[in-house]
Each structure stands twice: as structure tokens, then as C-alpha cells.
């Protein structure tokens, strides 16, 4: 946790940066939008009722709730306690009940073209068998099963069949390696892992089964772990290695099971599941997510926030299933609402960089929602790619996971967007479970670079080191004031560091570790995680002004900032930058250098010039497209770099050592 922040009477972050364009909500937008703004009011009025409400309105309970909030064991919140639910059968079932079994759910896209259609009585068939399977291998409510699989219909149904059981699932993004997948197993303590021979990623087939075998056998100096049976989905048939007794094919075991699967009917507070963030230290704490809140809050921001419409709307998250944002808006959120969406297994950039622009084409996406990190990267690619696709079946463009730069936003609108498009910023975590901060499309009126405004029944702030909330135009440390029905339930095994991490730094209020600002409005703007933030002969910095100040120039696509030790300032902006290809074509600009400190400086203050700017091809970054600044900070202080496990692509760093013998 941000130790270096949180110390101290350090200045409060100090922001330097405005953007002041405005795009009020169209007419016809508003006019046939979910979201309305007196839900602000209704919410203010009686939060806790007003989660009541969503939670009838949105979800099936076998038995009803009569108790809402139960936050006399906090930070330990109870939802909806005496009620009881199944998450599948919410996400499924019900929808085949209600008549609405011949609507797509998913349109599957693989990587190699071939594709998959399931409706919900299709995906409802497909997790009764998967569910039955797990049954028939002992799986019983409350045990864990990890899952490690592609982007594929499977980690889909995977998830389902084990909230059809009652099995809380902890998953594992597939690109991991067997190290980081074998200390979640074993935290997790799981019984069966679900896996596949492998995956297509960039053109080819990358395999995923060795690693579960190097990561739940007996190896030197550690035992086996608890994992009792593998089922493998064969997906790119390549040869893999089979221990006879414990592997299982996933399709012969699904073929031979009953289709017909009755739901277990948990409390609302029943582990729906775990999932592990890396944070930057220690090891992964496995956040926990429970069952009715979680729901209640998935359904109600996707549909309130994206403004879905499930007859006529196809919605594609691009996100991973191994990120929380795949399990709230490609998962649960969008299926509790039935929604039909676009599930796509690779790259953008393969087999080129029209991938995505075909995929929205082909199959009339109309609610896009990506990371500020992929709109960046093809800002960088340039728009005429784009240009080539018919985009104008899309009507609200999403961004997660970064601050959104104001260069970027513009872009995403304009470009993507075709000038008319709501843009909406969410800002929410893993331990969040679902969104906290954002407009509301056809109610608020966007600010590009800002996520706005807490949703109704929500209270958020941003605080002084004093816990003060700070005035307008100040800044500080954004924290959550009340319980709200998605939030995590704590770190699974370890009630200490859940108190520790995100409760002890202001007493009772959540510390999320960003830092935040309120402009003039009272609207919230992000500024990076707190312990990013860099202290340059005294005033706090923040990362991400910085890095869009840098965006801003036109010859930069990314740029990532950082601090680093400085004999005579303390720290010293070190600032790493993408050129757009356009210009990282041919010979860097000699001044480019000069170029971009002049225009930092310029465009938020001289404090803010990097002392050192540094061109590379690439940015180190997690599979959810956060940049792994941490990484940068050892290259520009000359240390080894430190803990790469969960990087994207673990050769981007060999990349800018190698580009840093280059002069700029
Ligand atoms: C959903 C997700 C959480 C951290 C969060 C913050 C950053 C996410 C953001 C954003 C500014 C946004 N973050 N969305 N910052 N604006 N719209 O990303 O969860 O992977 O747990 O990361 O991501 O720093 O604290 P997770």
C-alpha cells in the first residue's frame, strides 16, 4: 500500500491540468435512455432501500430477502443475508423460463475465424452438463475449482456450472505462468481445475495443459497440491501429456451428462468467487465476491451505465474472463440482464490490425467497452484502419481499467465514435466487484478525461490526509464512504490484510489507493494509483496528468511516467513515450527530446518537465492493460528489473533495454 503517500504532511497531489470541452447528451439519446436523473435523488433519499429495490427488480430469488444491509460486522458487509439465489440460474435459466430461450446470448469469435453461436437455452443446456460433471467428480457447494482457460465459450460455461453447484470459482488468467498458477491453486485450496490442450493467440497455438501439469504435481520441496481431477477442453488439438485417473476430457465427459441440472439454492451471501489481484507487493491477495450483492450491483451499472437494451442491443466487452471486468460485464452482469454479446478469443492485431473494426462490423456491435490502453493502441496504428469498417451500428463506447486520457476519449469519440457516441468512463476495482464512478449516458454531461460522478446509491470522496473530505478543486485520496452491495467480502483466508489494506488507513471508510480531484463542478478525476505518485523537489505529481500532457502532442501515441531517485530535486520525472507510427517510422525526431519537455511544461507547468524522456516500441503491461510502472521505475533508477510474473508479453522488457542503448 502506498506507504510514501500516506506518510507524512506531504502537500496535497497537486493537479495542474484542465480540459474543459463538454459534449452534453443528445437529445435523442436522453430520450430513450435507462438511466434518468432523478435516480440520483432516489438513491440519496434512502440508499440502502434504494439497493433493495434493484436487488427485487433485477434478480430471481427463490426465497426473498427481508433484511437488506447487515453492516454490524464490518468491514465484513451482509446483503440481502436471508435470501437465497442461484447465480446461474439468473444468468440462464430464468431467461429460458421467461420465454427468452431462443435469444443469442454469445457470438462466439475465434481467433482462427471459426465461430460458435449459443442462445440461452443452448448455454443453458451446456451448463447443466458441466455442471453435472463437476457434480459427479465430488464437487460439492462451498469447494473451489480454478479455471484456465482461453477466451473461449468454455471459461463461459465454466464459471456458470460452478455457480450452478454452489462452487466458488477462482480464475486464472491463461496467461500466467505454472508458478503463479500454482500458488492460487493452492491458496485456494482447489479441488478441480478446468483447463484446455490450449489457445490461439497472435497467429498460433499456445499451450496451456503443461503448465497445469507442472503446477499441481508433487515437485521438489513442494507436495502436491489438492487438486483431484483436470478437466480439459480440447480446443486447438495439439498433443498433451495425460495422467491417466486425474485428466478428464471435457467434451467426453460433457457429452455423457445429463442435461437437465437443478441449480443449488444458496444464501445470498454464499462465495460466488475469487479472484486474485497482483497488487504490487506480498503475495496475491484472493479477493472474495458473494453472490446477491455482486448480482444485484453487476446487473444494475450494465444496464443503467451501457443503457443496454436487450432486444435490439449486441454488446461486446473485449475484456478477459481472468479479469474482474470479464466477470462482471461478460459474465454475470450482461447474461443477468440478457443481453446478446460478442465473446472474441484473440488480439486485436490478428491476423491484422482491422480485427476488432471487422468483428464490430460483422456482427453490428452497438455497446463497445475497452481499455483506455487498446484505444491508445490504435491511436498509435492510426485512424485509417478503423476508417476501412462500417462502425455506425455502435451507439456507447465504454473505457475500464486506466484513466482515459482526454486526447484519448476525443479520439475514441470521434474516431470509433463518429462524433455522436456517449463515452462512458467507469472507474471501479476488482475488490469493487462492479462499477462506482461514472456519467450516466443520456443524463450526464461528459467531461473527456473525467469518470464523473459516484452512481446513484453510491458515496464516494476524495480526502485529505486528514480523512477531510477536500473542497472543489482540490485533491487528494479517493476512499468510499458506505457499504455498497458488490463489495468485497475480504481476502480469502486472510481477514488481517483485508482490514489492513483497505480499512486502516482511514478509519471505516474504504482506501481505495488512487488518487483522485475535484474540479470546480465537484466532478472526480483520476490521477493513478497513490503509490505512483512522484515528489518532485516537494509537490506531488501525478502520473497521469503527466502522461497526458504527453499524449496530447500529436506525435505520441502512450507514454508512461515515473519517478526516479534525483540527487537534488528528490525525484525526477523519467517519462517513457510511444511515437505514433507516422512518426516512429524511419528516424526518431532529433529534438523530440526538447520537443516534448517544452510542450509538458507548457501545457501544465515547468515542475512537471520530465528530465529525461525515453522513446521505446513498447510499455510493460498486465494482461488488463495497466502499465507496470513499478517495472519502469527500476529501469530509470539502472536497477534489475524486479517481478515480471504477470506481465502480457514478458519480452517487452528485454525490448526496452535493447531500445534504451539507442540515443533518442
Ligand atoms: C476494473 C479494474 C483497479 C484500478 C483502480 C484504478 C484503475 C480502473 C479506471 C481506473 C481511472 C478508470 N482504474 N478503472 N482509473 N479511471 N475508469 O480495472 O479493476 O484490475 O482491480 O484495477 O484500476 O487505479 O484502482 P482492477
Redesign the pocket.
Known amino acids: 500500500m502506498p506507504e510514501e503517500a500516506a506518510s507524512g504532511n506531504t502537500p496535497d497531489l497537486e493537479s495542474l491540468h484542465h480540459e474543459t470541452q463538454t459534449f452534453p447528451p443528445s437529445k435523442e439519446f436522453a430520450a430513450q435512455a435507462n438511466a434518468t436523473a432523478d435516480m440520483y435523488d432516489q438513491a440519496a433519499a434512502d440508499p440502502v432501500e434504494f439497493w433493495a429495490a434493484q436487488a427485487r427488480d433485477l434478480v430471481t430469488w427463490k426465497t426473498p430477502f427481508t433484511e437488506t444491509l447487515d453492516w454490524s460486522g464490518a468491514p465484513v458487509a451482509r446483503w440481502f443475508a436471508d435470501g437465497t439465489l442461484n447465480a446461474a440460474y439468473n444468468a440462464v435459466d430464468r431467461h429460458v423460463a421467461e420465454g427468452r430461450g431462443d435469444r443469442v446470448a454469445i457470438h462466439f469469435e475465434g481467433e482462427p475465424g471459426d465461430t460458435r453461436t449459443l442462445t440461452y437455452a443452448d448455454l443453458q443446456r451446456e451448463t447443466s452438463r458441466a455442471a453435472n460433471v463437476l457434480a459427479s467428480l465430488g464437487v460439492e457447494s462451498g469447494d473451489r475449482v480454478v479455471i484456465y482457460l482461453p477466451m473461449i465459450v468454455e471459461a463461459v460455461v465454466a464459471m456458470l456450472a460452478c455457480a450452478r453447484v454452489g462452487a466458488p470459482h477462482s480464475v486464472v488468467f491463461g496467461g500466467f505462468s505454472a508458478d503463479a498458477l500454482r500458488s492460487r491453486i493452492a491458496d485456494a485450496e482447489a479441488k478441480v481445475v478446468i483447463t484446455a490442450d490450449g489457445g490461439y493467440r497472435r497467429g498460433s497455438a499456445s499451450a496451456l495443459k503443461p503448465a497445469v501439469d507442472e503446477a499441481v504435481a508433487a515437485r521438489e520441496g513442494a507436495e502436491a497440491t489438492s487438486v483431484e481431477h483436470v478437466l480439459v477442453v480440447q480446443r486447438t488439438g495439439q498433443d498433451v501429456a495425460w495422467t491417466e485417473g486425474r485428466d478428464i476430457w471435457w467434451h467426453e465427459a460433457l457429452e455423457a451428462a445429463d442435461v437437465l441440472h437443478t441449480p443449488v439454492w444458496v444464501e445470498a451471501e454464499h462465495p460466488l468467487f475469487i479472484l486474485y489481484?497482483s497488487g504490487t507487493t506480498g503475495k496475491p491477495k484472493g479477493i472474495l465476491h458473494t453472490t446477491g450483492g455482486y448480482l444485484t450491483q453487476t446487473a444494475f451499472t450494465h444496464k443503467f451505465v451501457f443503457d443496454l437494451k436487450p432486444e435490439t442491443d449486441v454488446y461486446w466487452c473485449t475484456a478477459d474472463v481472468g479479469?474482474?471486468?470479464g466477470h462482471?460485464y461478460v459474465v454475470y452482469g450482461p447474461l443477468l440482464n440478457g443481453a446478446t454479446q460478442v465473446i472474441y478469443e484473440g488480439t486485436p492485431d490478428s491476423p491484422d490490425k482491422g480485427r476488432w473494426w471487422e468483428i464490430v462490423e460483422k456482427y453490428k456491435v452497438t455497446i463497445l467497452y475497452t481499455a483506455?490502453t487498446a484505444i491508445r493502441t490504435c491511436m498509435k496504428w492510426g485512424e485509417d484502419i478503423p476508417n476501412r469498417f462500417d462502425l455506425t451500428s455502435l451507439r456507447l463506447l465504454g473505457?475500464?481499467?486506466?484513466?482515459?486520457n482526454p486526447e484519448a476519449w476525443l479520439w475514441y469519440r470521434r474516431v470509433i465514435g463518429a462524433d455522436r457516441t456517449p463515452i462512458v468512463?467507469?472507474?471501479?476495482?476488482?475488490?469493487?466487484g462492479a462499477i462506482m464512478?461514472?456519467p450516466l449516458p443520456g443524463v450526464t454531461v461528459a467531461k473527456p478525461g473525467s469518470?464523473q460522478t459516484p452512481l446513484p446509491g453510491i458515496m464516494a470522496d476524495v480526502v485529505d490526509d486528514d480523512a477531510r473530505s477536500v473542497a472543489n478543486g482540490g485533491g487528494g485520496y479517493l476512499v468510499l464512504s458506505q457499504p455498497w452491495p458488490a463489495m468485497l467480502r475480504g481476502i480469502w483466508g486472510d481477514l488481517e490484510r483485508f482490514k489492513d489494506t483497505y480499512w486502516s488507513r482511514f478509519r471505516g471508510i474504504y482506501f481505495?489507493?488512487?488518487g483522485a480531484k475535484k474540479d470546480a463542478d465537484g466532478d472526480i478525476w483520476?490521477l493513478?494509483?497513490v503509490d505512483d505518485v512522484m515528489n518532485v523537489s516537494g509537490h506531488r505529481l501525478s502520473t497521469?496528468e503527466i502522461e497526458s500532457a504527453l499524449v496530447s502532442h500529436p506525435m505520441v501515441a502512450e507514454a508512461a511516467v515515473v519517478g526516479a531517485a534525483d540527487e537534488t530535486t528528490g525525484q525526477a520525472v523519467v517519462a517513457f513515450v510511444i511515437l505514433r507510427s507516422e512518426f516512429a517510422d524511419g528516424a526518431v525526431h532529433e529534438d523530440v527530446q526538447e520537443l516534448l519537455r517544452n510542450h509538458v511544461a507548457k501545457q501544465i507547468g515547468p515542475i512537471a518537465k520530465p528530465r529525461t524522456i525515453l522513446v521505446v516500441a513498447e510499455l510493460p503491461k498486465?494482461r488488463?492493460g495497466?502499465i507496470m510502472r513499478r517495472l519502469l521505475r527500476d529501469v530509470a533508477e539502472h536497477r534489475a528489473v524486479g517481478d515480471a510474473t504477470t506481465l502480457a508479453d514478458a519480452s517487452v522488457m528485454d525490448l526496452i533495454a535493447t531500445g534504451l542503448t539507442r540515443p533518442t
Open positions: 489481484t479479469w474482474v471486468t462482471s483506455p473505457s475500464v481499467g486506466e484513466p482515459i468512463d467507469t472507474w471501479w476495482q476488482t475488490e469493487t464512478i461514472s469518470a481505495a489507493g488512487d483520476f493513478g494509483r497521469t498486465t488488463s495497466k
